[in-house]
């Protein structure tokens, strides 16, 4: 089990926690086409929850390395920008829209996938593993995931009208790459 704790093997600890992070956003995949939205969202939490530890767990034991860098980027595309553009696509656009409205929907979706995308391959170019700045510059992926999640559920219980939230996946999908400074917790 000497493999949990060395920076070089793939199979780290930090980086087992990223892959039950990758896990829990296919498994969120898989539900949101069954429109069972409940437990693809129980799951995205669960792997936010692993995204928050494999960070803490790599700096603690000085697991950080270029893969688990490429890897939690990896994972965090799936998680925070692919899996909750999925829902909000399936749960609200495929269900209110229909004709010209769900291709600009479709549009909308594809510039947040892109941009989620853009910030994640900007963030890698510009961090050194095991290093941690104070702020980010833009809003991280997994804050873009809680504010889309929010989105959402405003939709949900019918206090955001659809043609609103394609309004806040915009904003959200352009505050990703913008210059506005978020703490780092």
């Known amino acids: 089990m000497k493999f949990l704790f060395t920076n070089t093997s793939h199979f780290n600890l930090a980086n087992m ?11 969120a995949t898989y539900f949101i086409t069954q429109n069972n939205f409940f437990i693809a969202i129980i799951l995205a939490w669960i792997g936010g929850a692993f995204d928050i530890f494999d960070g803490k767990i790599a700096r603690k034991y000085s697991l950080s390395n270029e ?11 799936l998680s925070f920008v692919l899996v909750p553009v999925f829902l909000v696509f399936q749960a609200v656009y495929a269900v209110n829209f229909s004709g010209l409205m769900i291709l600009i929907a479709a549009a909308v979706s594809i510039y947040y996938v892109i941009s989620g995308l853009r ?39 019918g206090l955001l009208p ?10 959200i999908g352009w505050s990703l790459n913008s210059k506005i400074k978020v703490p780092h917790p």
Do not use: H
């Open 17 to 27: 926690f990223t892959f039950v992070n990758i896990t829990a956003g296919l498994l």
């Open 67 to 77: 893969f688990g860098v490429q890897l939690d980027s990896f994972a965090d595309f």
């Open 119 to 157: 910030r994640l391959i900007q963030f890698n170019i510009n961090a050194d593993a095991g290093e941690v700045s104070k702020f980010f510059t833009g809003v991280p992926t997994p804050l873009g995931a809680i504010l889309l999640w929010l989105v959402y559920l405003t939709s949900t219980y």
């Open 162 to 171: 659809s043609e609103a939230v394609l309004v806040c996946m915009v904003a």
